[in-house]
Nanobody
Framework: QVQLVESGGGLVQAGGSLRLSCAASGRTFSSSAMGWFRQAPGKEREFVAAISGSGRSTNSADSVKGRFTISRDNAKNTVYLQMNSLKPEDTAVYYC???????????????????WGQGTQVTVSS
């Protein structure tokens, strides 16, 4: 069982930045790809970014390319999402997810992820 705890959300003006963190329990963190997803009110949960277990490979949604960066620190069992040039349409609850032990590829489909955090709210005002 893996527990994920997100932090770093909040209210920011358009053009601003936030860094989300996700702390994971367990000793197998480095073997698990991690992802960030988001869900706005009335919309389905969508892929934002993912990173392989080693951190050498990443994927990101077209809507955030060039603005958001995913990274991880396996020594700290933590994955990050640096969000720059935020837009009002980035407003959503952001979820951290893990693909589980031995699943190191950074897939984009939410069905590939086994463990989920509780989410952290990001609100971007115009």
């Amino acid at each position: 069982q893996v527990q994920l705890v997100e932090s770093g959300g909040g209210l920011v003006q358009a053009g601003g930045s936030l860094r989300l963190s996700c702390a994971a329990s367990g000793r197998t963190f480095s073997s698990s790809a991690m992802g960030w997803f988001r869900q706005a009110p009335g919309k389905e949960r969508e892929f934002v970014a993912a990173i392989s277990g080693s951190g050498r490979s990443t994927n990101s949604a077209d809507s955030v390319k060039g603005r958001f960066t995913i990274s991880r620190d396996n020594a700290k069992n933590t994955v990050y999402l640096q969000m720059n040039s935020l837009k009002p349409e980035d407003t959503a609850v952001y979820y951290c997810a893990s693909r589980g032990v031995g699943s190191g590829s950074p897939y984009t489909s939410k069905t590939s992820y086994v463990y989920w955090g509780q989410g952290t709210q990001v609100t971007v005002s115009s």
